[in-house]
């Protein structure tokens, strides 16, 4: 639903998203991989909008990333038919509901890390009329999910091509951030392992905002996965990945008391900014004031720390960049796009909350 911004802004807290800077993330990092040899996969569980997952891919994406069932299921109601979920997908429900999934897609792959997850999908599948992709998600240092070795990721990848309904696809990697040495390490490795089984690697899937940039610097990464790239935050300023202008979300909040000469308290708390850090002292950068301090949140307060003569009132509405949007996204049911011609336009974030 349009309406006039320069005459009825939304009530606060709100997510206000400026389109141009959207679509010139959407182009930039594209054009990035273009030029690099690498294809792009975005993650969707930063914005959870098949609008923008549509954008992306119209721009040159060769599909989409999902973390969860639920979010794919959202995105292939839309018509995005090239899905990767790089989760585990664990017990028979749910890989009954991907059964199903596949059943719509033109192409559904997904990672896993253990023998166990292997043989639960392979029960699920062993009917299917087509396999499906499997990749190995190999622990490369960010110690999360993976396998701990590019042994244990050989082995695997020859169960999973064993596996009745499932076909081997790959690698997938989600790297520490700066290391990319010990990941190469680890994957050519990988690679030359499960190369002496026989098996051909079709892709080695590696991702990550904070490093995309270097993407396409080491020769064996066929695509990149990034996310936040399409919004970006505090946490990408700080470490220099981009400039604050390419931050295109900005939480609305209007100052409800100034209890102090230095402090005020905004309407955006913790279920509006959450409190990710990212290593980041204070929970987002306040436009037009560097000197302000957003030093505390409680649910539904934001407690601003500003030095005197700061020129804000109660009733006046402040704009936030919050450290890490991703998670703000899913705070909201809508957000406001704001449009090139001025007007806001109300978009549903379909996928929030999709958890399972």
């Known amino acids: 639903m349009p309406f006039d911004a320069r005459n009825d802004l939304p009530e606060t807290p709100a997510?206000?998203?400026?389109?141009s800077v959207v679509q010139a993330n959407i182009?930039?990092?594209?054009?990035?991989?273009?030029a690099r040899g690498v294809r792009l996969r975005p993650h969707i569980k930063t914005h959870k909008i098949p609008r923008f997952a549509l954008a992306?891919?119209?721009?040159?994406?060769?599909?989409?990333?999902?973390?969860?069932?639920?979010?794919?299921?959202v995105m292939a109601d839309a018509g995005l038919d090239d899905i990767l979920i790089t989760y585990n997908i664990v017990g028979a429900e749910k890989c009954a509901r991907l059964r199903r999934l596949s059943d719509r897609l033109r192409h559904l792959a997904v990672t896993v890390d253990s023998a166990a997850t292997v043989d639960g999908l392979s029960a699920a599948f062993e009917t299917a009329e087509r396999p499906l992709v499997v990749l190995v998600e190999c622990d490369t240092g960010a110690g999360r999910c993976g396998v701990q070795s590019p042994e244990e990721a050989a082995a695997l990848a020859a169960r999973i091509e064993a596996a009745p309904g499932l076909s081997y696809g790959g690698l997938m990697t989600f790297p520490a951030v700066g290391d990319l040495d010990g990941v190469a390490r680890?994957?050519?490795?990988?690679?030359?392992?499960?190369?002496e089984r026989g098996l051909s690697c079709r892709e080695v899937s590696s991702g990550g905002t904070p490093d995309m940039w270097k993407s396409g610097e080491d020769d064996f990464v066929t695509e990149y996965r990034a996310g936040t790239y399409i919004?970006?935050?505090?946490?990408?300023?700080?470490r220099g990945t981009v400039p604050l202008e390419a931050c295109a979300a900005r939480v609305h909040a209007t100052v409800v008391s100034a209890p102090t000469p230095t402090r005020l308290v905004v309407d955006a708390g913790?279920?509006?900014?959450?409190?990710?850090?990212?290593?980041?002292?204070?929970?987002g950068t306040v436009i037009g004031h560097p000197e302000a301090d957003v030093v505390g949140l409680s649910e539904e307060h934001g407690?601003?720390?500003l030095p005197k003569d700061h020129g804000l009132a109660v009733g006046d509405r402040v704009e936030i960049v919050p450290n890490h949007i991703c998670v703000v996204v899913n705070m909201f049911d809508e957000i406001f796009l704001r449009r090139t011609d001025g007007t806001?336009?109300?978009?549903?974030?379909?996928?929030?909350?999709?958890v399972t």
Not at 56 to 73: F, L, N, S, W, Y
Not at 231 to 238: E, I, Q, T
Request: charged share 25%.
């Open 27 to 34: 182009d930039r990092l594209q054009a990035h991989c273009d």
């Open 186 to 195: 680890f994957m050519r490795r990988a690679l030359e392992l499960v190369a």
């Open 270 to 283: 913790s279920k509006v900014l959450t409190t990710d850090l990212f290593g980041q002292t204070g929970h």
């Open 231 to 238: 919004f970006n935050d505090r946490s990408l300023v700080n």
């Open 344 to 354: 806001l336009e109300t978009v549903p974030v379909a996928a929030r909350g999709k």
């Open 56 to 73: 992306q891919v119209a721009a040159g994406a060769a599909g989409i990333t999902c973390q969860k069932i639920g979010e794919a299921e």
């Open 15 to 19: 997510l206000v998203l400026d389109e």
């Open 303 to 305: 407690v601003i720390h």
